[in-house]
């Protein structure tokens, strides 16, 4: 038989001679006669054919049986016999005892994944392709479960990649690792004085894990989690275990039924933390999962240092923020404070204006407000500077000129050992009360606006002080007045703030020291507390939230013999 007659005797449906059985198939029906099922080998006729063909099958990548139209077995390639030594020729297909030979698709046999196709001939036989697809089949499981395993980690970066609270970050680590990592799983965060604060996330029947958390001594802490803070990773799984259910973590696990891992969180100096996860032996940590579970590890521990950095900065931030924040005045006999203040960064909570006092030996008490140049931070830092060198020396000088004099000397010299040419303006005075009520304020003047007096009348009487600039030149012309205050009378200072604060209806004009003259008349029966807010609302007003300097009000109001020892209302 030629090829040419191997073409067109070739049955329609099997593709011409595109596999490798296709041909020869038709060889076979005419090389194997039909009939019953031979006792005895095969004729020498049909043994020679299947010798000729058995020489290019033997080249093929698939196995193949053929079997005659009862199921006997009359060929099996070399190829076959290696992947299904039962199959035997002349038995029965069915005898070999090999499952899956039924219909096309795969089976395991002896170990390996074999794929079948079956393929109908003439004279009702069959042949059966077989090929071994193991290392095919390991080879896209290896990829479909290296691409899961990036799906997931890039999202974990993606929902850990702006950590801002530690607590918030670690519960998210614990809820991310269930239930792809494990079953239950618990992060304990390094200890700080002498306590380690854990989340632990247990998979549930939603699928939306539970996570609760808890506080332990480092005492109590298992000794496989004390070394995972050490770096080290414990790999004795059943001793794992027993620490994790004496601690109470394998929540809806059976202690006999579980493998446990521990991974350190890599950190800066130390591990910010360590991982344990739990899940039922039917899912046993391999080496690919434990390399998850690392890659997993790092990227949490990184999100963990972020936000444990943010945590201290915030801390730092904070703490320093409210030491440069004003401080209210304390309290003096005959005088009720008033305060307002408002940065002109708000999310900052500090500027460059400051107020304050600092009582007196004799019952009097020093007062300031005070503007230094710039905002933000750089002039807060000043501010505090000042205040802090007028805490000291109002306890060698009382009198308000020469106080100011010694303040400015102190900042000419920090400016030139910062190399900043920094200055403030400020009134500093001193103020006592007098017994039958009233009081008396002796001010000082370093190139502020000057305050202004509410007299009982409703007179409003700007104070006539000036003098130069804090900070800038030596010994500066500093101007000195006193002010004698009557029960209910109130002094208002304020920072160029108010007056200079940019609205109105144009938004770019001034609002300026006589509407501030206008908005306080009629306003001398205010509480002092009440006058500052309205000062600083009609300002706020005028600016109709647009862009400000600091804002910073004192007022201080004569109070009556009654309340002159009494607490501020």
Same mark, same amino acid.
């Given at each position: 038989?030629? /090829?040419? !007659?191997?073409?067109?005797?070739?049955?329609?449906?099997?593709?011409?001679?595109?596999?490798?059985?296709?041909?020869?198939?038709?060889?076979?029906?005419?090389?194997?006669?039909?009939?019953?099922?031979?006792?005895?080998?095969?004729?020498?006729?049909?043994?020679?054919?299947?010798?000729?063909?058995?020489?290019?099958?033997?080249?093929?990548?698939?196995?193949?049986?053929?079997?005659?139209?009862?199921?006997?077995?009359?060929?099996?390639?070399?190829?076959?016999?290696?992947?299904?030594?039962?199959?035997?020729?002349?038995?029965?297909?069915?005898?070999?005892?090999?499952?899956?030979?039924? !219909?096309?698709?795969?089976?395991?046999?002896?170990?390996?994944?074999?794929?079948?196709?079956?393929?109908?001939?003439?004279?009702?036989?069959?042949? +059966?392709?077989?090929?071994?697809?193991?290392?095919?089949?390991?080879?896209?499981?290896?990829?479909?479960?290296?691409?899961?395993?990036? /799906?997931?980690?890039?999202?974990?970066?993606?929902?850990?990649?702006?950590?801002?609270?530690?607590?918030?970050?670690?519960?998210?680590?614990?809820?991310?690792?269930?239930?792809?990592?494990?079953?239950?799983?618990?992060?304990?965060?390094?200890?700080?004085?002498?306590?380690?604060?854990? +989340?632990?996330?247990?998979?549930?029947?939603?699928?939306?894990?539970?996570?609760?958390?808890?506080?332990?001594?480092?005492?109590?802490?298992?000794? !496989?989690?004390?070394?995972?803070?050490?770096?080290?990773?414990?790999?004795?799984?059943? +001793?794992?275990?027993?620490?994790?259910?004496?601690?109470?973590?394998?929540?809806?696990?059976?202690?006999?039924?579980?493998?446990?891992?521990?991974?350190?969180?890599?950190?800066?100096? /130390?591990?910010?933390?360590?991982? &344990?996860?739990?899940?039922?032996?039917?899912?046993?940590?391999?080496?690919?999962?434990?390399?998850?579970?690392?890659?997993? /590890?790092?990227?949490?521990?990184?999100?963990?240092?972020?936000?444990?950095?943010?945590?201290?900065?915030?801390?730092?931030?904070?703490?320093?923020?409210? #030491?440069?924040?004003?401080?209210?005045?304390?309290?003096?006999?005959?005088? @009720?404070?008033?305060?307002?203040?408002?940065?002109?960064?708000?999310?900052?909570?500090?500027?460059?204006?400051?107020?304050?006092?600092?009582?007196?030996?004799?019952?009097?008490?020093?007062?300031?407000?005070?503007?230094? #140049?710039?905002?933000?931070?750089?002039?807060?830092?000043?501010?505090? @500077?000042?205040?802090?060198?007028?805490?000291?020396?109002?306890?060698?000088?009382?009198?308000?000129?020469?106080?100011?004099?010694?303040?400015?000397?102190?900042? &000419?010299?920090?400016?030139? !050992? @910062?190399?900043?040419?920094?200055?403030?303006?400020?009134?500093?005075?001193?103020?006592?009360?007098?017994?039958?009520?009233?009081?008396?304020?002796?001010?000082?003047?370093?190139?502020?606006?000057?305050?202004?007096?509410?007299?009982?009348?409703?007179?409003?009487?700007?104070?006539?002080?000036?003098?130069?600039?804090?900070?800038?030149?030596?010994?500066?012309?500093?101007?000195?007045?006193?002010?004698?205050?009557?029960?209910?009378?109130?002094?208002?200072?304020?920072?160029?703030?108010?007056?200079?604060?940019?609205?109105?209806?144009?938004?770019?004009?001034?609002?300026?020291?006589?509407?501030?003259?206008?908005?306080?008349?009629?306003?001398?029966?205010?509480?002092?507390?009440?006058?500052?807010?309205?000062?600083?609302?009609?300002?706020?007003?005028?600016?109709?939230?647009?862009?400000?300097?600091?804002?910073?009000?004192?007022?201080?109001?004569?109070?009556?013999?009654?309340?002159? #020892?009494?607490?501020?209302?």
């Amino acid at each position: 038989m030629t /090829a040419a !007659a191997d073409v067109r005797d070739s049955e329609p449906g099997d593709g011409g001679i595109s596999t490798p059985g296709a041909a020869w198939s038709t060889a076979w029906s005419d090389a194997v006669p039909a009939g019953p099922a031979p006792t005895l080998p095969a004729p020498a006729a049909d043994r020679v054919a299947v010798s000729d063909w058995s020489e290019a099958v033997v080249h093929f990548r698939e196995g193949l049986v053929v079997c005659d139209a009862r199921g006997v077995v009359r060929y099996v390639s070399p190829v076959a016999e290696r992947l299904l030594p039962e199959v035997t020729p002349g038995e029965l297909l069915a005898a070999a005892g090999v499952a899956g030979l039924t !219909a096309d698709g795969e089976v395991t046999h002896h170990g390996r994944r074999l794929r079948v196709r079956r393929m109908p001939l003439s004279a009702a036989r069959r042949g +059966w392709y077989v090929e071994d697809v193991t290392e095919s089949v390991a080879r896209a499981d290896a990829l479909l479960a290296e691409r899961a395993r990036s /799906a997931f980690l890039a999202a974990v970066g993606e929902k850990l990649g702006n950590p801002l609270h530690p607590d918030r970050t670690a519960a998210a680590v614990a809820r991310l690792a269930v239930p792809t990592l494990a079953e239950v799983a618990v992060l304990v965060l390094a200890p700080r004085s002498g306590r380690a604060r854990w +989340w632990r996330a247990a998979h549930a029947d939603d699928d939306i894990p539970v996570v609760d958390s808890g506080v332990l001594p480092v005492a109590d802490l298992p000794v !496989a989690i004390r070394e995972g803070l050490e770096g080290a990773e414990p790999h004795t799984v059943d +001793w794992l275990v027993e620490q994790a259910v004496e601690a109470g973590w394998l929540l809806g696990l059976s202690p006999v039924d579980v493998c446990a891992r521990v991974v350190p969180l890599p950190g800066r100096d /130390a591990p910010a933390g360590v991982l &344990l996860v739990a899940r039922a032996v039917d899912r046993w940590y391999d080496e690919a999962d434990v390399d998850l579970v690392r890659a997993f /590890a790092g990227r949490a521990g990184a999100a963990l240092v972020t936000a444990l950095l943010y945590r201290d900065q915030a801390e730092v931030a904070d703490t320093l923020q409210a #030491s440069l924040v004003p401080v209210e005045p304390a309290e003096a006999a005959g005088v @009720q404070w008033g305060t307002a203040y408002r940065p002109a960064q708000g999310g900052l909570r500090i500027g460059g204006d400051f107020y304050g006092s600092h009582r007196l030996a004799d019952g009097g008490s020093v007062f300031f407000l005070g503007d230094v #140049s710039g905002k933000g931070v750089e002039a807060a830092v000043l501010t505090g @500077q000042l205040r802090q060198c007028l805490q000291a020396l109002h306890r060698v000088e009382a009198r308000p000129g020469r106080l100011l004099r010694l303040l400015n000397d102190a900042l &000419l010299e920090t400016s030139q !050992a @910062q190399g900043q040419g920094r200055f403030a303006t400020m009134v500093l005075g001193v103020v006592r009360p007098y017994r039958e009520g009233g009081l008396t304020l002796t001010m000082a003047g370093g190139g502020h606006p000057p305050p202004l007096v509410l007299r009982n009348s409703g007179e409003v009487e700007p104070v006539p002080l000036t003098g130069m600039l804090v900070g800038v030149v030596p010994d500066p012309r500093i101007g000195e007045v006193s002010v004698r205050l009557a029960v209910g009378e109130t002094c208002l200072l304020y920072s160029d703030g108010v007056t200079e604060a940019h609205g109105g209806r144009r938004g770019n004009e001034q609002f300026g020291t006589e509407r501030l003259v206008n908005a306080v008349t009629a306003c001398q029966r205010m509480p002092a507390p009440a006058l500052a807010e309205r000062v600083e609302q009609v300002t706020c007003d005028w600016l109709a939230d647009g862009d400000h300097d600091d804002i910073a009000v004192l007022v201080l109001r004569a109070t009556g013999a009654v309340e002159a #020892s009494g607490s501020r209302p």
